[in-house]
């Protein structure tokens, strides 16, 4: 029996403009399996944030079929948990309140929430600003916020449109550190989308490497590094030939 969560097959979008169709994603058939940390990698514009969006449920895809948890997906899901690029949260709502929105939304049980919320703010290292507000915290810590509030409802699958990309480069790395740390303990799986090759690498099981629009799937990448990994699996020659290998893929090292 498959273990695959989540399996996509032929998927295409195409948008109408005014010059004519205008086609973002052409074909792309896929499986994930449950637990797997995936990353998606393409130049700007080769539809990964558009194939995120359709797996999270946010946008309607043209033509193929999606299948989640062994059921067609065709709308936003309890069990699917999305964080973008920037945290979104509401600067009227301390720390503590914009966690626990998912949970008032889908109206769990409020003291459980409660604990579960105090229990994200110490995971993600925010025990003790709680009470503040976003405006008071810089962008690393806003997106710390965002991952404990992904995390609140408990989702069994968290996609991540470059979650970390705004973020300075020691934060970013920090970040990435942490998402392992909370990945390893939950196992959750995971489909994040990224620019960066080398954090793609870093992070992933599996990389899945898009061509230029019309975004098709080029090929995927087995990310064979030992885990648990820090950041000194970069010295590994073999990090680096992954690197190069996702670099020629892309036709950006010839």
Known sequence: MSSEIICGTNISKVYATATGPLVALDDVSFGVEEGEFISLVGPSGCGKSTLLSILGGLEDRSLGHLDIAGKPADSPRPDVGMMFQ???????????????????????????????????????????????????????????????????????ILMMDEPFGALDEFTRETMNLELLRIWEATRKTVIFVTHNIGEAVFLSDRVFVMTPRPGRLEGIVEIDLPRPRTTGIMRDPRYSELVFEIRRMLGVDH
Do not use: C
């Open 86 to 156: 920037t945290s979104v949260l509401f600067p009227w709502r301390t720390i503590r309140e914009n966690v626990r929105l998912p949970g008032q939304i889908l109206k769990l049980d409020k003291a459980r929430q409660k604990q579960r919320t105090e229990e994200l703010l110490d995971m993600v290292g925010l025990n003790g600003f709680g009470d503040r507000y976003p405006g008071e915290l810089s962008g690393g810590m806003r997106q710390r916020v965002g991952l404990a509030r992904l995390l609140a409802h408990d989702p069994r």
